[in-house]
């Protein structure tokens, strides 16, 4: 795709918005940087200073910029304050990619859910898109979770998938279609 996308706001449940990152979206990106996962699976610096945090969040500007997808920050709707973040990116034949990830202060309050729905709704009905996919890793039950319970349903264990941390991992891939709304 070559044309830039416009990264929208979408409500996310009663509790949750997905909007645009911002600059002050900087704390976040620190909190983030600090789990020792979140960093291993994103492009989030693992040694966090001001200057990489900026950069992170450009980055995710020029996701849209570029066509390549949309990068949301997940926001408490009524304070305003970024908890996550959850993409959806553009792929070959019909198929976009979900990812997402909540600082810890955050989880168990529903906001990956309320993410997963709202993009997953947003992406197969608004873009038209037949089919997103989503990977999470075997031992992770809470992700795991979360992911079916917004829908999505798993399909099988792709052997030695992704490199994590220097490391080749098995995954899970989940698939949502527009029947599955």
């Given amino acids: 795709m070559d044309r830039p996308l416009v990264v929208p706001e979408l409500p996310a449940g009663e509790r949750f918005t997905l909007r645009p990152w911002r600059l002050d979206d900087v704390a976040l990106v620190r909190e983030a940087s600090e789990d020792a996962y979140i960093p291993l699976i994103t492009s989030l610096p693992a040694n966090y200073t001001d200057e990489e945090g900026a950069a992170f969040i450009r980055r995710q500007w ?18 305003g304050r970024a908890v996550g973040q ?42 038209r898109i037949p089919r997103l996919e989503l990977h999470v890793e075997p031992w992770n039950a809470p992700s795991r979770r979360t992911v079916e319970r917004a829908g999505f349903v798993r399909e099988g264990l792709l052997r030695s998938w992704q490199d994590v941390g220097g490391e080749r991992r098995d995954m899970y891939v989940y698939s949502k279609l527009v029947d599955d709304l």
């Avoid at 020029?62 to 304070?79: C, E, K, M, N, W």
């Avoid at 070959?92 to 906001?111: E, I, M, N």
């Fill in 62 to 79: 020029s996701r849209a910029t570029s066509g390549v997808g949309y990068s949301f920050a997940i926001a408490d709707a009524g304070a």
């Fill in 86 to 127: 959850i993409g959806l990116w553009l792929g070959p034949h019909g198929r976009a990619s979900v990812g997402c990830w909540v600082v810890t202060s955050a989880r168990g309050q529903g906001a990956a859910g309320a993410a997963l729905r709202a993009v997953s709704s947003w992406g197969l009905q608004e873009l």
